[in-house]
């Protein structure tokens, strides 16, 4: 069975990085992307950006592109997210989702990760 | 970036109500357009995609719809597991975007 398992819960300082990971098990790796999604406290769903587990190709939202970066180690099936120079408003649950029939950001994702909560205090 | 505009933010219903949750792209999205079910605490679960398309093991009872640039997810009969938050997401282009969701309540 296809399951995504991510890191654990992170604090970090206001302008510090975090790095989440998320394993992926039960399916080829490199035949479907994953895309990474936040949901801050109370809200509602934000996409960050995708990445290509077979070529590693990556798309980020124009929001996120000059702090967010993603990456694949396919030794291990797993994918990362960085995310850098953070604030107290990047304070969300992090998602990882796996593309449901597609290596791209043509198809949703039917398979999501637990969730990893990032917690940006002083 | 696209627009999803989604009506109502919340609702109340009783089991075995019909619900009737809209959708609204800012521009064409050429169905392709994805309903989520997420309960507190878990991660979204794909309900629906392609606008109609029902995931595998999801219950005959949800069903989307489209007119013109509105999107529907309808629930044909509330059952008590039904009580969660809904959300439209479009993947036509990047950056895909979601509605505000729905959070639908036992009346």
């Known amino acids: 069975q296809v399951d995504l398992v991510q890191s654990g819960a992170e604090v970090k300082r206001p302008g510090a990085s975090v790095k989440v990971s998320c394993k992926a098990s039960g399916y080829t790796f490199t035949n479907y992307g994953i895309n990474w999604v936040r949901q801050a406290p109370g809200q509602g769903l934000e996409w960050l950006g995708w990445?290509?587990?077979?070529?590693?190709?990556?798309i980020y939202a124009q929001k996120f592109q000059d702090r967010v970066y993603i990456t694949t180690d396919t030794s291990t099936s797993t994918a990362f997210m960085e995310l850098r120079s953070l604030r107290s408003d990047d304070t969300a649950v992090y998602f990882c989702?796996?593309?449901?029939?597609?290596?791209?950001?043509?198809?949703?994702?039917?398979?999501w990760g637990q969730g990893t909560l990032v917690t940006v205090s002083s | 970036d696209i627009q999803m505009t989604q009506s109502p933010s919340s609702l109340s219903a009783s089991v075995g109500d019909r619900v009737t949750i809209t959708c609204r792209a800012s521009q064409g999205i050429s169905n392709s357009l994805a309903w989520y079910q997420q309960k507190p605490g878990k991660a979204p679960n794909l309900l629906l995609y392609?606008?109609?398309r029902l995931q595998s093991g999801v219950p005959s009872r949800f069903s989307g719809s489209r007119s013109g640039a509105a999107y529907t997810l309808t629930i044909s009969s509330l059952q008590p597991e039904d009580f969660a938050t809904y959300y439209c997401?479009?993947?036509?282009?990047?950056?895909?975007?979601f509605g505000q969701g729905t959070k639908v309540e036992i009346k």
């Open positions: 990445i290509s587990a077979y070529n590693g190709n990556t």
């Open positions: 392609d606008a109609s």
């Open positions: 989702a796996r593309g449901r029939d597609c290596d791209s950001t043509r198809c949703p994702s039917n398979y």
């Open positions: 997401q479009h993947y036509y282009i990047t950056p895909w975007t």
